[in-house]
Nanobody, 116 residues
Framework: QVQLVESGGGLVQPGGSLRLSCAAS????????MGWHRQVPGKQREMVAT???????LYADSVKGRFTISRDNSENTIFLQMNSLKPEDTGVYYC??????????WGQGTQVTVSS
């Protein structure tokens, strides 16, 4: 059974930093895409950043230059370093594991709040 465990959310002031982690278990596949998506009330979930097992990263325009996604393939874990946070970065951040086709799995979500 695939499981994603997220950690690292919280409350931070504008301009501050947070680091999110997501550890995947229950899969032997080393060929996958993992990423972070953000959702705020009343809006659709949107992609923030993704990274392939080969290390290729993709970012939403709104976070380019501020966020960095990375992964440790030996631990099937990804990280999201978020710097220069803005109030509009507030939301619930969900970790995703995409094994291809319909095999997409989500974590439980972690709240990030950027407020003074």
């Amino acid at each position: 059974q695939v499981q994603l465990v997220e950690s690292g959310g919280g409350l931070v002031q504008p301009g501050g930093s947070l680091r999110l982690s997501c550890a995947a278990s229950g899969t032997d596949s080393r060929f996958n895409v993992m990423g972070w998506h953000r959702q705020v009330p009343g809006k659709q979930r949107e992609m923030v950043a993704t990274v392939t097992s080969g290390g290729s990263a993709l970012y939403a325009d709104s976070v380019k230059g501020r966020f960095t996604i990375s992964r440790d393939n030996s631990e099937n874990t990804i990280f999201l370093q978020m710097n220069s946070l803005k109030p509009e970065d507030t939301g619930v951040y969900y970790c995703e594991l995409n094994l291809g086709g319909t095999q997409r799995y989500w974590g439980q979500g972690t709240q990030v709040t950027v407020s003074s």
